[in-house]
Nanobody, 123 residues
Framework: VQLQASGGGLVQAGESLRLSCAAS??????MGWFRQAPGKEREFVTA????????YYADSVKGRFTISRDNAKKMVYLQMNSLKPEDAAVYYC???????????????????WGQGTLVTVSS
């Protein structure tokens, strides 16, 4: 199993970025994005159920970020709009095979992790 995240970069506050995560190796029932800023713990950002497309967001990104999927390509995307300096972090893609509602917002709900992609937001 491999998860390859891409799309990070340096943007100014208010701008947008689109992250991509390519999955290979098997089928997952949920995929998500977490982020980790320097000196902080990794935190949940958003997730999507691969069947049905139900989405979940952290309050801090609701209304600004949108997660989507392409099951045929085994891809998950994170469209990030109106970026703020506090959104700066390494963003990690995660995939779960048995993720349930009670764990979809937790790191423990995922079996596989990508290498991370750095998002920098200047003020």
């Amino acid at each position: 199993v491999q998860l390859q995240a891409s799309g990070g970069g340096l943007v100014q506050a208010g701008e947008s970025l689109r992250l991509s995560c390519a999955a290979s190796g098997r089928t997952f029932n949920a995929m998500g994005w977490f982020r980790q800023a320097p000196g902080k713990e990794r935190e949940f950002v958003t997730a999507i159920r691969m069947s049905g497309g139900f989405t979940y967001y952290a309050d801090s990104v609701k209304g600004r970020f949108t997660i989507s999927r392409d099951n045929a390509k085994k891809m998950v995307y994170l469209q990030m709009n109106s970026l703020k300096p506090e959104d700066a972090a390494v963003y990690y893609c995660a995939a779960g095979t048995g993720t349930i509602l009670s764990t979809i917002r937790t790191m423990g709900g995922y079996d596989y992790w990508g290498q991370g992609t750095l998002v920098t937001v200047s003020s």
